[in-house]
């Protein structure tokens, strides 16, 4: 997939086959997609339904900016994960632009605004130092594994 420097630049839903055995789909992220209002609410009725369709998604990672407290849009789309019920985690990106005093002060508070159950596993992430990244992958294979 293109990337930019730049958040909210992703348009297309990007699927991606992995070593043969399920697709990632890259979504557009939600909150940060400069879109049109037309766009956000195809978005919006689209996504929903995506994973609540006979052959939806097995699970949803939801990526969230551990800089920030989730915004509205982070909110809705947690909603939708939930009202799915697809078993699904939490990312916290860019971990590692956050002190190490604050990741935990930041980890509650984010879990707090979703209101996860400790069901949810919560990966603190960063693509740059490749944080978190093993945790993941595990937990992929072990739904996938679950599925087979």
Known sequence: ARTSGKPGKTR???YFRVAGRFYLVDLPGYGYAKVSKSQRATWREYFP???ASEDRAIAAI????????????DLEVAA???AAQVPSAVALTKIDKLGTNERPRRYTEIVSALGMGAEVPVFA???ARRIGRVEMWAWID???TANA
Do not use: K, Q, V
């Open 125 to 127: 992430t960063s693509a």
């Open 49 to 51: 339904r995506y994973l």
């Open 142 to 144: 072990a739904l996938l």
């Open 62 to 73: 939801h990526l969230l900016d551990a800089r920030h407290p989730p915004s509205d849009d």
């Open 12 to 14: 297309l839903w990007n």
């Open 80 to 82: 939708w994960i939930r």
